[in-house]
């Protein structure tokens, strides 16, 4: 069987490409290289240059590498960005999953796993998400996940193709310095640059309904969200026609400020953050329920956040040296 991973070039999906060549899959990565990094591909894994909204190059893609399955993780994924181009972002990321599911259903490509978010659901009012508790996307962003899930399902429904939408929390860490996120989009990269610059770190919003007034979030790291994707890539593999809505998180909330904290405790740096105003789109707390797929899959994350920091800083300095403190 050979999976092709859409956006197998990117952070999450050079992680991914990494664990499921690991575990014996074969692998093939198609990717437009916007914001991927093509040596972060294996060698020894095919590299293909394109968009999902090019239905032909998506063709022969499938085509010329008897492609068996995807893993569909190319998409547009800055909340604020998504707010003020939601078009854009309706344009990349539920136009280019309808353009792909075309091609793959025409292909008879029997297992099709994507990549969701936890911005689905919104503000939640509960302690836990489950993957029942009703979707209520803040940002266009999440909108688009939430329309992508309803579309792979709804194929799915209509083609019998295996289907699986994973509901990502907040991923980071790095499996290995050379892929680490060297993005500043998302909270500990963020973090890292500001200390860098010899500025604080920020703070968006500090009058949020929780303990220290700082949005809360699930982390989990991108080691275990790729092992994840091995384990449901080969749950659909193995049943045809099944359909998994599946959360990927840890079940536990750690908020800004004690990010902050745990990132200076790390890095040696010691400087308070400055708060400025909300962003739009964010949800004051939203943490995950695993126990579905644990339950039905046996999948349980191993890393905890002080991994996370840990080994996001070693990728850091592989690529800012310059941050290390003395």
């Given amino acids: 069987m050979t999976w092709l991973i859409t956006g197998g070039a990117g952070y999450i999906g050079a992680h991914v490409v990494r664990a499921m060549t690991e575990a014996g899959e074969r692998t093939v990565v ?13 060698a020894e894994v095919p590299l293909v240059r394109g968009s999902v909204l090019d239905a032909d190059g998506v063709a022969r893609a499938l085509a010329g590498h008897e492609v068996t399955g995807v ?52 503000m939640p009012d509960v302690d836990l998400v489950t993957e029942e508790t009703p979707c209520h996307p803040l940002s266009p962003y999440g909108e688009t996940k939430l329309a992508g899930e309803w579309l792979v399902r709804a194929t799915g429904r209509a083609t019998g193709l295996a289907t699986a939408s994973l509901r990502y929390f907040n991923v980071a860490g790095a499996a290995a310095p050379d892929l680490a996120d060297n993005g500043v989009s998302n909270l500990i990269p963020m973090i890292f640059e500001r200390l860098g610059e010899g500025t604080a ?69 010691d400087r308070p953050p400055t708060v400025t ?48 403190r003395s």
């Fill in 201 to 269: 770190p920020r703070v968006f919003g500090d009058d949020y309904p929780t303990p220290d007034g700082t949005c809360v979030r699930d982390y989990i790291h991108v080691a275990d969200l790729a092992e994840a994707h091995v384990t449901v890539a080969r749950a659909l593999r193995s049943s045809p026609g099944t359909a998994l809505t599946l959360n990927i998180g840890r079940g536990e909330g750690v908020s800004v400020r004690e990010m902050i904290d745990r990132v200076n405790a790390v890095t040696g740096y």
């Fill in 71 to 122: 893993v569909h993780l190319a998409a547009k994924k800055q909340v604020g960005e998504s707010v003020d181009r939601p078009l854009h972002y309706y344009r990349e990321n539920v136009e280019g999953l309808r353009v792909l599911l075309e091609a793959v259903t025409r292909a008879a490509v029997p297992s099709f796993l994507f990549s969701s978010s936890a911005a689905v659901y919104g």
């Fill in 277 to 324: 105003p909300r962003r739009p789109g964010d949800p004051a707390r939203v943490v995950a329920s695993a126990a579905r797929i644990a339950a039905e899959l046996g999948w349980h994350a191993k890393y905890d956040v002080q991994d996370m920091v840990v080994s996001a800083w070693e990728g850091w300095l592989r690529d800012h040296p310059e941050a290390a």
């Fill in 30 to 42: 198609y990717d437009d290289l916007s914001t991927g990094v093509a040596e972060r591909v294996p």
